[in-house]
């Protein structure tokens, strides 16, 4: 296993649409693999594809219990009620804010070898899928906020993102 590059906000792909996968190879389960470790290695709860600049719709997730989940070609096909939670994203690290969404889902999906599943999600289960799911349409989490705030959580990051990019690559000034 390899832990992947992150994409940061606004590099590709992240805000295009991702292709459905087609194959269901070792390579994709390898794939899938990477990314729970990558998710894993950066205290995340779920990771998308075009976050490690894989425009496939496919995304990992933990889910509260612990148990970890691949779900590939993934449909929301039913939602139900509301409520506002904290999100944060590793494509935007160090900011967050409350995003309203439903707190219930059914899920239409394949597994990493092609099955399908059909199941429901309650809650902060719910609410990973959800983020995900958008990250495989190109949107991430300001764009679920009012204009203001979410034009202030972009400027947020605008400021944040050279110094946190800068931070995590070795340092060339010591010369
Ligand atoms: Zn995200």
Redesign the pocket.
């Known amino acids: 296993m390899a832990t992947l590059n992150l994409v940061y906000y606004p590099d590709d792909p992240l805000t295009q649409t991702a292709e459905p996968v087609e194959s269901f190879t070792a390579e994709l389960a390898t794939l899938a693999e990477n990314m729970l470790e990558t998710m894993h290695a950066y205290d995340g709860v779920?990771l998308?594809g075009p976050?490690v600049g894989i425009a496939k719709r496919l995304f990992v997730l933990q889910e509260p219990e612990g148990l970890e989940m691949c779900l590939v070609n993934p449909m929301v096909t039913e939602h139900s009620g509301e409520e506002a939670g904290e999100e944060g994203?590793?494509?935007?690290p160090t900011i967050y804010a409350m995003v309203t969404r439903p707190t219930h889902v059914r899920v239409q999906a394949q597994d990493i070898e092609g099955n399908a599943l059909d199941f429901e999600a309650d809650g902060f289960l719910a609410r990973i899928i959800q983020?995900?799911y958008d990250?495989l349409e190109g949107i991430?989490?300001p764009e679920r906020l009012d204009i203001l705030t979410r034009q202030s959580k972009y400027q947020e990051w605008a400021e944040a993102r050279d110094n946190f990019i800068l931070g995590k690559a070795p340092s060339n000034h010591a010369t």
């Open positions: 779920g998308a976050q994203c590793l494509s935007m983020h995900e990250h991430l989490f």
